[in-house]
């Protein structure tokens, strides 16, 4: 086994070695590199619905950059967030799609974690552990915008934990590029991807990915073991108009085809999402924004079938320079069926309002109220307000408390009798009730210099009515089946805290590191809830080098140890009390994870890059909806970039 020390010391040698090799100010000199910079300092957030600055907004908001993103070279949208102080990253499902990612935030579940693709509810496979981030393409991602905290306020149900807002690359500059990829287990993946913007008001942009594989090996799950090869297709297309001086109209559609191993066969799924929305001026201190979008999941796999029709509007009025009051309402009609659920339909009417103030750079606060009526469901109404303060140009602190919301889903109400293969069976509830939280979140930001910045974050959720499995008793349809029924336990808690750095010196060199603690209890019981991330510490560096503006070489290092994870496992082993009181909760062992890149650029327009993951070699426990053991290999990827402009 490589010796962890050693390849952990090697990157710190390299990156005090290549220290000398460039100037700090290179992007001074570089005047591609300070636009870069600038518009990352001034970055815009999206998430909260409008566009505010990210130094002014006040809510708790982290962002993954494009200059991040493109530093990993990533082949899937799941590695982009995987080194993200405050994120767990989870995978493994019984008889879902082999490649699987889906994101824990606040130390919850997934399925508290709302996830947006540019502003819209993603909808995938597996909805009850939560959405699938591999259905977007990762060479489409401009940024990523984590929102934490409970945001039902401003989007009702399912944003407990917070929000995750993909955001893809709009056609703003005229551009392509062509990638292609080989890799370890027979993968290989190719793009293309345009940006097109025409007589200065119409913007195209489209990204085409196709990608086939034999699949990771596994150690468990027995029935995938040799059964995790896919071909997938991402085509992801948007367009956006300026109709007019006042008037703003876009349009998108992703559409995912999965082809997947399955018990000796394949079976088909698809994804189709397509999107409208427009932008009306109606007046100099008033817009209007409407947007339709319809979701639809089909897999042959189990009979599944997901369609959403949301249509949505609000109009936001600016009260001056400072003040900004947002009101509007939107409309959910959700069709569901799958095995053991026969189909069923929910709908559901939103209306919210939202005040922002922004007091130069000192102050800012938010307020926000939302009212939800879903279908045989309790009405919800969910108040929070968020605070920005800036007593130096060089501290931020903010904080928020806000009410989450999340109504039971047509599969936690109606799911009769669904198994993994052991005597564990889920069962839904028709009788549930709506979760609720009370979340407080409070960040502290030090940024002594240009080059570094320190972050402190904490959170504390109180839940009411959280749904968990309890056992019930055998099955009267088949006695030798364990009844695991969703229902309502009383209360939890949900708590945890974060530390992160990161620095920089110019262009050359940047470092990030973060810890991330979090812990949950059933205070009637004092027994831990069904899942938890645990804990986490990473790093990430990279080492940059430009000649004359013709060569740019990168070296990516990063380790991320994690540790002290439960989660809730539908196949106990032969044998096991359906009585005991801790469930079917399985702790997960602990793992450390270290990856390390190189790429090699020339007029930036040729690139070569390689990477290897899970330098270590060790085996990597997984608990999403199946327990998994992934193989304890290095995964090596290697490919080829060609950007040209037109």
Same mark, same amino acid.
């Given at each position: ?9 090697l990157f710190?040698l ?11 100010? $290179? ?9 870069q ?16 600055l990210?130094k ?12 991040q ?6 082949t899937?949208t ?13 995978t ?42 591999e ?7 401009d ?8 945001a039902?306020a401003?989007?009702?149900?399912? *944003?407990?934990?917070g929000?995750?807002?993909v ?23 190719g ?8 007589g ?5 942009a ?18 995938r073991?040799g ?27 992703n ?26 001026r ?58 053991a ?5 929910q709908?559901?009417?939103? *209306? ?13 606060l938010?307020?926000a ?13 969910t108040p ?5 303060f800036?007593?130096?140009a060089w ?33 839904g ?14 960040g ?17 959720n ?6 968990v ?7 009267d ?8 029924m969703?229902?309502?336990i ?6 945890g805290?974060?530390f992160?750095?990161?620095a ?21 019981s004092?027994?831990q ?16 080098h ?6 740019d070489i990168?070296?990516?290092?990063g380790?991320? $140890? ?10 106990p ?6 009585t ?6 399985t ?5 450390t994870?270290?990856?390390?890149g ?20 060790e085996?990597i426990?997984?608990l ?14 290697g490919?080829?970039v ?5």
């Open positions: 086994m490589i010796n962890k020390s050693c390849l952990i010391g710190i390299l990156a005090i070695g290549l220290l000398p090799m460039e100037n700090a100010n $290179a992007a001074e000199d570089d005047p591609d590199i300070a636009a910079l600038a518009v990352e300092e001034e970055i815009v957030v999206t998430a909260s619905r409008r566009e505010v990210l002014d907004t006040a809510d708790i908001v982290q962002i993954i950059t494009k200059t993103i493109e530093t990993l070279n990533p899937t799941g590695e982009i967030v995987e080194y993200a102080t405050g994120v767990a990253v989870e493994g499902t019984g008889s879902g799609l082999p490649q699987r990612s889906i994101v824990s935030v606040n130390g919850l579940p997934a399925n508290y974690t709302l996830v947006l693709l540019d502003g819209v509810p993603l909808v995938t496979e597996h909805i009850h552990t939560g959405q699938n981030l259905f977007i393409p990762a060479d489409s991602v940024r990523i915008e984590i929102v934490r905290g409970a039902s401003q989007y009702g149900s399912d *944003a407990i934990g929000i995750v807002n955001i893809t690359t709009s056609g703003r500059k005229k551009e392509g590029s062509i990638k292609l990829t080989a890799g370890s287990y027979g993968t290989y993946d793009s293309l991807n345009l940006r097109l913007p025409f200065g008001r119409v913007k195209f489209s990204s085409f990915n196709w990608e086939q594989t034999d699949g990771v090996p596994l150690l468990a799950p027995t029935h073991i059964n995790m090869g896919y071909e997938q297709t991402n085509f992801l297309n948007r367009i956006d108009i300026d109709a007019s001086d006042s008037t703003r109209m876009f349009a998108w559609v559409w995912v085809s999965n082809t997947m191993d399955w018990r000796g066969a394949t079976t088909d799924a698809t994804m189709l999402t397509p999107v409208f929305g427009l932008t009306q109606l007046s100099p201190s008033a817009e209007l924004n409407v947007r339709a979008s319809y979701s639809d999941w089909d897999a042959e796999l189990n009979l599944e079938r997901d369609q959403r029709i949301e249509p949505e509007a609000y109009v936001t009025w600016r009260i001056g320079q400072e003040h900004t009051v947002m009101a509007g309402a939107d409309y959910e009609w959700n069709s569901f069926e799958r095995t659920i026969p189909q069923q339909e709908q559901t009417v939103g *209306a919210f309002v939202q005040d922002d103030w922004i007091s130069g750079d000192t102050f800012s938010m307020a109220l939302r009212f939800d009526h879903v279908q045989d469901i309790a009405d919800a109404i929070k307000i968020s605070a920005m800036a007593p130096a501290l931020r602190c903010r904080a928020s408390i806000g009410r989450g919301f999340h109504a039971p889903s047509l599969m936690e109400l109606y799911e009769e009798g669904y198994g993994h293969g052991g005597t564990a069976y889920r069962f509830n028709p009788d549930l009730k709506p979760e609720y939280s009370i979340t407080y979140t409070a502290i930001e030090v940024e002594p210099s240009e080059a570094l910045e320190f972050v402190i974050y904490g959170f504390y109180d839940l009411d009515d959280m749904i499995p309890v056992y019930t008793g055998p099955w349809k088949d006695p030798s089946k364990n009844v695991w969703r229902t309502n009383k209360s939890a808690r949900v708590y805290a974060e992160s750095l990161r920089r010196a110019g262009n050359l060199l940047s470092l990030e590191a973060g810890y991330t603690y979090s812990d949950n209890e059933d205070p009637d004092g027994r809830l069904p899942y938890s991330p645990g804990s986490a510490a990473s790093g990430k560096i990279t080492l940059s430009a000649w004359a503006n013709r060569f990168k070296l990516f290092g380790v991320r $140890a994690v540790f002290d994870r439960k989660a809730w496992n539908w196949q082993a032969a044998g096991s009390d359906p005991n009181p801790n469930g079917l909760t702790p997960l062992n602990d793992y994870k270290l990856d390390a190189l790429s090699f650029t020339y007029l930036r327009t040729y690139q070569a890059f390689i990477k290897a993951e899970n330098l270590l070699g085996e426990e997984n999403d909806d199946a327990y998994t053991i992934l193989d304890g290999e290095p995964v090596i990827t490919g080829i060609y950007t040209f402009p037109f």
